[in-house]
């Protein structure tokens, strides 16, 4: 795993041992950060269950203003500050050790790209879709990673399904903020 472009370009990623973490696949990364490319740069970006940080640290590479990264398990913290030390992008980044849900009950925001990636059956995207009410900028997106078989709603709170892609047995959707 490695950093597609940017200030960071070409750095690789230490990943999590074990099953517990599945890292976006490369291709999927990599299509997502073109169909979003002009909307990183100056933002505030928040990584949910960020496993080995792979997309903030590539939306700071590409410019993003600052990141927080959330994830409950120790060994994916240790994984994301090294990651940020090797990419140099300690300066604008926040790691936090907690529970997804819990962080968002207690985040002020606002954000203007958040990912979120969850185990996949865990079914945690309308929740934190839901936590994410009020917390986003205006015009703000939401990228959810989840397997093709998950349906979800084209509205959630406050967010609205703006487009939607498949990658394999992967599905990418983009929420929007109403404005």
């Given at each position: 795993?490695?950093?597609?472009?940017?200030?960071?370009r070409g750095?690789?990623?230490e990943?999590l041992?074990?099953?517990d973490?599945?890292p976006t696949?490369e291709?999927?990364?990599e299509a997502?950060?073109?169909?979003?490319?002009?909307e990183?740069?100056?933002?505030?970006?928040?990584d949910?269950?960020a496993?080995?940080?792979?997309?903030?640290i590539e939306a700071l590479?590409?410019g993003a203003k600052?990141?927080?990264?959330?994830?409950?398990?120790?060994?994916a913290v240790?994984?994301?500050r090294?990651?940020?030390?090797a990419?140099?992008?300690?300066?604008?980044?926040?790691v936090?050790?907690?529970?997804?849900?819990?962080?968002?009950?207690?985040a002020?925001?606002?954000?203007?790209?958040?990912?979120?990636?969850?185990?996949?059956a865990?079914?945690?995207?309308v929740?934190?879709?839901?936590?994410l009410?009020?917390?986003?900028?205006?015009?703000g997106?939401?990228?959810?990673?989840?397997?093709?078989?998950?349906?979800?709603?084209?509205?959630?709170?406050?967010?609205?399904?703006?487009?939607s892609?498949?990658y394999?047995?992967v599905?990418?959707?983009?929420?929007?903020?109403?404005?």
């Amino acid at each position: 795993m490695r950093v597609i472009t940017g200030t960071a370009r070409g750095c690789r990623l230490e990943t999590l041992e074990g099953l517990d973490t599945r890292p976006t696949a490369e291709r999927v990364k990599e299509a997502l950060f073109s169909a979003i490319c002009f909307e990183i740069e100056g933002r505030r970006v928040l990584d949910l269950f960020a496993g080995s940080g792979q997309m903030g640290i590539e939306a700071l590479s590409r410019g993003a203003k600052s990141c927080v990264f959330v994830d409950r398990s120790r060994q994916a913290v240790e994984v994301i500050r090294r990651n940020l030390r090797a990419t140099k992008l300690e300066a604008v980044a926040q790691v936090v050790n907690r529970d997804s849900l819990e962080y968002l009950a207690h985040a002020a925001g606002p954000f203007d790209l958040v990912f979120l990636d969850p185990p996949y059956a865990a079914e945690l995207l309308v929740p934190c879709l839901e936590q994410l009410s009020g917390k986003v900028a205006a015009g703000g997106t939401v990228v959810c990673e989840s397997d093709r078989e998950t349906e979800l709603p084209e509205t959630v709170g406050t967010f609205s399904l703006h487009r939607s892609y498949r990658y394999g047995r992967v599905t990418v959707r983009l929420y929007r903020e109403k404005e």
